[in-house]
């Protein structure tokens, strides 16, 4: 029998390419703007986990992994 992986697992490895990442966002921000904010900022996540993890995003950004995390920690709870 076939083992099925995780779909997070799968959107991880698709994000990591750039394009990939980039149309996904695209849709997420259409929801964003349609006041789906839970489902942009869960996208965002996603997106900077399969980039290199918040860690990577601040460093390409010059921002503190703080200030990043912060507002998705904030929706969460």
Request: glycine share 2%.
């Amino acid at each position: 029998m076939r083992k099925m992986r995780k779909y997070q697992d799968y959107l991880i490895e698709t994000l990591q390419d750039p394009e990939e990442a980039t149309a996904y966002l695209q849709v997420t921000l259409e929801e964003y703007m349609a006041d789906n904010t839970e489902a942009f900022l869960l996208a965002l996540r996603t997106v900077a986990e399969a980039q290199g993890g918040l860690s990577e995003l601040a460093r390409r950004t010059r921002l503190s992994a703080e200030s990043l995390s912060d507002p998705i920690e904030q929706w969460q709870s």
